[in-house]
């Protein structure tokens, strides 16, 4: 009989631990409120994770960033979950300090949280944005709350209409999407080309996409059509196959250098995106986060040198690549009520700094900010500029760059903050910007490592990184018989391109558009040959 009693009883015991695993006998409850600086509830993005599982509320919109899942919260959430322990992550945008803490739950369990803000851009004239979301407006709409984004855009045309991301009912191209109170002018016809003359972004579409989406169609079709409709063009990287042409036909606005290369606390090594077209002498890049970064930069100066004026973009392809909407950014300059397509407009003109981190702020000791044109009167005289650099993890380099080189450089910061006022001489018509990076410290060294797949260790998918970094679109200075910036290596490394491009399009274009494509790889050929002999020899 005792035996028959004890036998019962680890019976019930293993029935009772099993359910408290399961959760189903004895639950606990997390009621979390997390405020903003005012003490208001705040809509953010929050993981409550044990070791093996993410927990979220019942009906959030959630957000998968390997390993874990998150939830968009209107700032005030109700979760179940078995009694332990849990880590607590919070994280609002780049402008609030993040949130990491174990909590213990035993029953029913209130946790409020007020979140730090560590800048506030609108207060300096900001607003911001980025260029590369996949989802749909009802998903979006909470992110975009969560992420402190002003405005929104909604990829609905991915290779064609996107099925998984339907464009919702009625014909206004903007809509105001709201969550816990707070509203985000989103543009929802925007489109995606993305095959192998290179990934285009389409945004501000006044309706969806009329072409039908075809491999062998250069993408210059659709942005000629996108523009003359009144749309933003944006290219993934200056390294595409198609970006030049189309930018000398003056058919690209903005061109990313926070592209969806980086995303939360990883990034892609890439280096076979060096020489896309094969060009003879192109650098290759390595597979390092610094390696990745830079390849952004220097492709973008090369077009630039060409005599081009491109906004600094930003974008993550959030909804496909692992990391929150909004991770990369821009910030641009524009009025407190501005609209969307004022939004647009600004960002086209450069009047914007691109992040994943730190906040940059570049101008002249006279005000001119990126995007302007400033004369250059007298190449003698000395210009000042004035740079303020922000960030919530500490700041590692910070550099000046004349079209395309370093001219003035920091290193090793390891602060938060920096002014500097740097003089230069500039000899000839130049662009300047300003560039940084910094460590994001904020994760131990065994929570970083779960950022890299599972994979094939030979060839992971992503890597682990700890990079921040920020960059502005150039300001111009130019003398007063001289239009455009440029730069003789970078014209003929840009002629070179044009011919692997022709050669590229015998192969890839159809028929029916290969003559015509040809044509115009010929005529933007044309424009670079009669800029060389105008260009500087360095």
């Not at 939004?343 to 009047?351: T, V």
């Not at 903050?417 to 003089?423: C, D, G, R």
């Amino acid at each position: 009989m005792e035996k028959l009693r004890s036998t019962a009883a680890i019976r019930l015991a293993t029935w009772f631990a099993m359910c408290l695993t399961c959760g189903s006998v004895l639950s606990g409850e997390l009621n979390l409120t997390i405020e903003d600086e005012y003490g208001r509830a705040t809509p953010c993005r929050v993981l409550v994770s044990s070791p093996s599982k993410s927990f979220i509320p019942q009906d959030a919109t959630t957000l998968t960033l390997f390993p874990d899942t998150w939830f968009m919260s209107p700032g005030v959430s109700r979760l179940e979950l078995p009694d332990g322990q849990y880590t607590l992550r919070i994280e609002k945008g780049l402008e609030y300090r993040r949130v990491l803490q174990s909590i213990e739950i035993v029953g029913t369990k209130e946790k409020s949280v007020r979140l730090e803000r560590w800048v506030n851009m609108r207060e300096r004239g900001y607003a911001c944005g980025e260029n590369h979301v996949h989802m749909d407006s009802v998903n979006l709409a909470s992110m975009l709350a969560a992420e402190g984004l002003d405005y929104g855009s909604s990829l609905t045309w991915w290779r064609g209409p996107d099925p998984e991301r339907p464009i919702p009912p009625g014909d206004e191209p903007v809509r105001q999407l709201e969550f816990a109170g707070r509203r985000a002018p989103t543009s929802i016809f925007d489109a995606e080309l993305e095959y192998d003359w290179g990934a285009a972004y389409i945004q501000n579409m006044p309706q969806a996409m009329p072409l039908k989406a075809e491999p062998g169609r250069p993408n210059i079709d659709y942005l000629r059509l996108a523009v003359e409709s009144g749309a933003t063009v944006h290219y993934q990287g200056g390294w595409s196959r198609e970006v030049l042409l189309d930018a000398l036909s003056g058919y690209v606005h903005v061109v990313n250098i926070c592209n969806n290369n980086f995303g939360l606390h990883r990034f892609q090594p890439r280096s076979r995106y060096s020489n896309l077209l094969g060009v003879d002498g192109f650098p290759v890049y390595p597979d390092t986060d610094i390696g990745m970064m830079q390849l952004n930069m220097d492709t973008y100066y090369r077009l630039l040198n060409c005599g081009l004026r491109l906004a600094a973009g930003a974008g993550t392809a959030c909804g496909v690549k692992k990391a929150p909407v909004g991770y990369n950014r821009s910030y641009v300059q524009v009025p407190q009520r501005a609209s969307l397509k004022e939004f647009n407009e600004a960002w086209q003109q450069g009047r914007n700094f691109v992040t994943n981190g730190p906040i940059l702020l570049l101008q002249t000791a006279r005000g001119d900010r990126p995007g302007t044109t400033v004369p250059l009167v007298d190449p003698a005289n000395s210009i000042e500029l004035r740079v303020e650099l922000l960030s919530d993890q500490p700041l590692k380099t910070f550099e000046i760059i004349v079209n395309g080189k370093v001219v003035h450089s920091k290193s090793s910061i390891d602060a938060k903050v920096l002014s500097e006022v740097v003089t230069l001489k500039l000899e000839a018509s130049s662009w300047v910007a300003a560039r940084c990076t910094a460590t994001d410290d904020f994760l131990s060294a065994d929570q970083l490592a779960r950022y890299e797949d599972d994979g094939n260790p030979k060839a992971p998918l992503a890597k682990p990184s700890r990079l921040r970094f920020a960059h502005t679109s150039p300001i111009y200075f130019l003398q007063p018989d001289q239009r455009e910036v440029l730069n003789r290596q970078s014209i003929d490394e840009g002629i070179k391109m044009l011919d692997a491009l022709a050669r590229f399009a015998e192969k890839a274009a159809d028929a029916k558009y290969r003559p015509d494509f040809l044509v115009k790889i010929s005529q933007a050929r044309d424009i670079l040959v009669q800029k060389s002999p105008f260009a500087p020899q360095k």
